[in-house]
């Protein structure tokens, strides 16, 4: 049983930084891709931020050169640091982990959940 484990959100001021964790049940070189989504109050759940197996990171066009994304194999956790926060960026973030297979997604795998609340 796949477990993910989010750490590190709360309550931050507009400009202020944070960084959450994600850590996995066992080896994350099992996925393909793992990444990190959130859901604002309302809307729905979007991507932020993507990272490969072999390191290749993508992000919402909301949050380029103020997110990084990264991934530390030996510690089985994939990490988000978060810089000049927002208050839109305001939502539960949520690490997720997928397999594929011939480019579709055959297993898909999410956190509990963690609060970020950036305050103005």
């Known amino acids: 049983q796949v477990q993910l484990v989010e750490s590190g959100g709360g309550l931050v001021q507009a400009g202020g930084s944070l960084r959450l964790s994600c850590a996995a049940s066992g080896s994350i070189f099992r996925f393909n891709a793992m990444g990190w989504y959130r859901q604002a109050p309302g809307k729905q759940r979007e991507l932020v931020a993507h990272?490969?197996?072999?390191?290749?990171?993508n992000y919402a066009d909301s949050v380029k050169g103020r997110f990084t994304i990264s991934r530390d194999n030996a510690k089985n956790t994939v990490y988000l640091r978060m810089n000049s926060l927002k208050p839109e960026d305001t939502a539960v973030y949520y690490c997720?982990?997928?397999?594929?297979?011939?480019?579709?997604?055959?297993?898909?795998?999410w956190g509990q959940g963690t609060q970020v609340t950036v305050s103005s």
């Open positions: 997720n982990a997928e397999r594929y297979y011939s480019g579709s997604v055959t297993s898909a795998y």
């Open positions: 990272i490969s197996s072999g390191g290749s990171t």
